[in-house]
């Protein structure tokens, strides 16, 4: 299987899991008058959504070069991103919005079975998180890396759920509204990691320079290859599930453009082969009596 379908089966996980857990907390916040629940339920309702975002972003994203687009079309990635934190702050302000209307709102307390509900939940959103984030690590997706932190906040805003109904049922009557608290703790949860979410998405879109593991590796790659004698600048950039390389590198000055011509292919060759999450390899041939 490869990089890009890897990542896009990765998203009908989290789209099936999403559904499901949003059904399931929707019916027992009803039914076990929990508004914490309901709370939670509005967040995998917007993660579905999400979902979906990330999954055509990942489609678009993978598309090869075209004469439109000769980077090809990885840009969409981190764009999907940012709708994808959109959906997240929305989220989060539901429930904000809700959950002080419910404080001022006298009710019942919630039912002590949904504890076992959202123990559940919980166990079942950290293992989804470990799974999409190992996913994305393996294919570079920023994307799928938002994705997973969907299911962890998902799984924190579900434990600050079950500190307050705990709370209000350990306590009684007064403490009613301990989970309508808990799901404004879950609120600024969420907004928080929208910024830890959002920032390498923009560093992505500005070309921020920021894979040193990379560059080391190309330049413990280069030397290997006939004819190059050092490095000099390497920069690294990404687009989509992809890394893209300006690279310089110093040859003997007494040797033909031909020769040089054809050592940059080698080089550009031997990189993508033994480094394959790498796009474009430019190489810029710099004689050694001008290093």
């Known amino acids: 299987m490869t990089t890009e379908q890897t990542a896009v089966h990765t998203t009908f996980f989290s789209i099936a899991s999403n559904f499901a857990l ?4 929707g019916v027992a916040g009803v039914l076990g008058n929990s508004h914490a629940l309901i709370a939670d339920a509005i967040e995998s309702t917007a993660d579905i959504f999400s979902s979906f975002l990330v999954f055509i972003g990942l489609r678009y994203s993978t598309k090869p070069a075209d004469d439109n687009h000769p980077y090809g079309h990885g840009r969409a990635e981190p764009l999907i991103t940012f709708m994808v934190v959109g959906f997240l702050i929305i989220a989060a302000t539901l429930i904000v919005y ?22 559940a939940i919980i166990i079942w959103k950290e293992i989804s998180y470990r799974f999409v984030i190992a996913k994305s690590k393996i294919t570079g997706s920023s994307s799928l890396k938002a994705d997973a ?10 434990i600050t759920a079950f500190i307050g109904i705990s709370i209000a049922l350990l306590f009684g009557k007064g403490y009613e509204s301990a989970d309508d608290w808990a799901a404004l703790i879950a609120a600024g ?3 928080y990691n929208s910024y830890l979410i959002f920032r390498p998405a923009l560093g992505e879109i500005m070309d921020e320079q920021v894979y040193d593991d990379l560059v080391q590796k190309i330049r413990k790659i280069a030397p290997e290859v006939e004819g190059v004698l050092a490095t000099e600048k390497c920069y690294v950039r990404k687009s989509g599930l992809k890394y893209y390389v300006d690279l310089h590198v110093t040859v003997k000055a007494s040797l033909t453009v031909k020769k040089g011509h054809e050592i ?6 031997t990189l993508t082969e033994k480094l394959p999450q790498l796009g474009n390899v430019l190489i810029h041939i710099e004689p050694d009596d001008m290093a």
């Open 22 to 25: 949003a059904v399931i907390k």
């Open 98 to 119: 809700k959950s002080i209307q419910n404080i001022r709102s006298p009710h019942e307390l919630p039912k002590a079975w949904t504890l076992l509900v959202l123990g």
């Open 149 to 158: 932190w969907h299911h962890r906040t998902d799984a924190i805003t579900s």
């Open 189 to 191: 949860i969420i907004l």
């Open 264 to 269: 940059a292919h080698q080089l550009k060759d």
